[in-house]
């Protein structure tokens, strides 16, 4: 009996030791916010000063995911997409206050990111700063990376090559085009958009976000009166794909 009693404790706790060491399946962070679907306005992000916005036409499953204010910058999210005809994931700052870019001090954004591979973003892509201004209503890109296998031309994004500059160690190529009878932040409208293009691709760095909007007015180039937001994006014209963001910040 003895040893019948010893050899049961010897197996009760065998069992709990195996029990407690087996590693735990990894949890998101309680912070972590995963927004999908195919078509979602600007929303505000708890607890942080940047808002979101993810919007699909066709295809299903996209999805963006936030990592909260105290994670990789405060900006950081995942996007995923699957095969949409138009995807656009992005963070960061929301205004919309009729206020000018001006009036927002020197912005910058720091960023860090992998991504699927080159071919996974369909017939266009885009990677970089992205926003609106009304007043007059403008649609504006500042590129720093694509899906493509070569830097973008006016072949995807229409319109004319302005000129161009150099800013954070690159040239960027500056194109104007004009969309008729659009979707937009007020409807369907007929507007500009401003492209400056990163002529060396990056996956890490700094943009300076005003120092790209003080070059375009000097190319005539003017922003609306009402700044509506500036944010990271990105954008695939089709695919299957993602991007993940290690860091991002805006300051």
């Known amino acids: 009996m003895r040893k019948f009693m010893v050899s049961l404790i010897f197996c009760l706790v065998l069992v709990m030791a195996c029990s407690t060491s087996k590693p735990k399946e990894e949890e998101p962070s309680p912070d972590e916010i995963t927004f999908s679907g195919n078509s979602n306005g600007n929303r505000r992000l708890p607890d942080s000063p940047y808002g979101y916005e993810i919007w699909a036409a066709g295809g299903s499953d996209h999805k963006i995911t936030w ?3 105290d994670a990789r910058g405060g900006a950081a999210f995942r996007a995923e997409w699957n095969y949409p005809n138009d995807f656009l994931g992005r963070v960061g700052y929301f205004w919309n206050q009729g206020k000018p870019y001006t009036n927002y001090g020197d912005l910058f954004c720091k ?112 922003l609306g009166t009402n700044m509506y937001e500036a944010k990271f994006l990105v954008e695939a014209g089709g695919g299957k794909g993602w991007f993940e963001a290690s860091y991002l910040s805006f300051e």
């Open 67 to 69: 990592y909260g204010p």
């Open 111 to 222: 960023f860090d990111y992998t991504r699927s591979p080159n071919g996974t973003g369909g017939s266009y892509s885009y990677i970089g700063i992205y926003g609106w201004s009304k007043n007059p209503l403008i649609e504006y890109y500042i590129v720093e990376d694509g899906f493509g296998s070569s830097v973008i031309t006016t072949g995807t994004t229409g319109g004319t090559v302005q000129g161009s500059y150099t800013l954070d160690d690159s040239v960027y190529q500056v194109i104007k085009n004009t969309r008729t009878n659009k979707p937009s932040i007020e409807g369907t409208a007929t507007f500009d958009q401003y492209f400056s293009i990163r002529q060396s691709r990056r996956q890490s760095g700094t943009i300076s976000i005003t120092e790209h909007f003080k070059k375009w007015e000097e190319m005539g180039l003017n």
